[in-house]
Nanobody, 127 residues
């Protein structure tokens, strides 16, 4: 099992940047594919970015491609989401998720495939 704690959210002006972190506790972080999702008020939770166990493979939602970067440091049991050129529509609670997988290069982009979730961190972008 793994426990996930997000941090780094806050209030930022449009065009600004934030870096979210997700610290994992428990065993064998490198055995988990990781993802970031977000949920805006009144909307369903949606996929943002995902990264494979090895970090070699990544995937992004079209809405964030070219602006957000997902990365991981397996030695620190942490996954990151660097968010640049933020827009008001990026305002949401951002959640980190983990899914154990046997395959080092698999990225998991579907919400229901993730077994473990953090509590979320609020990102607010003012226009």
């Amino acid at each position: 099992q793994v426990q996930l704690v997000e941090s780094g959210g806050g209030l930022v002006q449009a065009g600004g940047s934030l870096r979210l972190s997700c610290a994992a506790s428990g065993r064998s972080f490198s055995n988990y594919a990781m993802g970031w999702f977000r949920q805006a008020p009144g909307k369903e939770r949606e996929f943002v970015a995902a990264i494979s166990r090895s970090g070699a493979k990544t995937a992004y939602a079209d809405s964030v491609k070219g602006r957000f970067t997902i990365s991981r440091d397996n030695a620190k049991n942490t996954v990151y989401l660097q968010m640049n050129s933020l827009k008001s529509e990026d305002t949401a609670v951002y959640y980190c998720a983990a899914e154990p997988t046997l395959y080092p290069q698999i990225v998991v982009v579907t919400l229901r495939e993730y077994d473990y979730w953090g509590q979320g961190t609020q990102v607010t972008v003012s226009s």
